[in-house]
Nanobody, 119 residues
């Protein structure tokens, strides 16, 4: 099975930045970042294809977040800038074969990492 481990979460002030990392055990998987705040449904944030050639972003994070991957390290990053209180959530890394689609099914999930944005 594909194994995923998230890291990089923490607490920051509004306007601050964080970089989340997702270490994946196997190559050629599309990786998505999702988030879920208390009392709210899970939301797709961003994803990147297995080749790294295709990326997608939720409208709520366009221009602020950036996804990338380092194939040598088998790691996908989510760079989060200009963070807002509404970005507060548990962020999950997920994987599916090759393709990136925030509306599609992801087969494997990590345990999540907490991101808190507050004054």
């Amino acid at each position: 099975q594909v194994q995923l481990v998230e890291s990089g979460g923490g607490s920051v002030q509004p306007g601050g930045s964080l970089r989340l990392s997702c270490a994946v055990s196997m190559d050629y998987y599309g990786i998505g970042w999702f988030r879920q705040a208390p009392g709210k449904e899970r939301e797709g944030v961003s994803c990147i294809s297995g080749s790294g050639g295709s990326t997608k972003y939720a409208d709520s994070v366009k221009g602020r977040f950036s996804i990338s991957r380092d194939d040598a390290k088998k790691t996908v990053y989510l760079h989060m800038n200009s963070l807002k209180p509404e970005d507060t959530a548990v962020y999950y890394c997920a994987a599916r074969w090759l393709y990136c689609d925030l509306d599609g099914d992801f087969d494997w999930w990590g345990q999540g990492t907490q991101v808190t944005v507050s004054s």
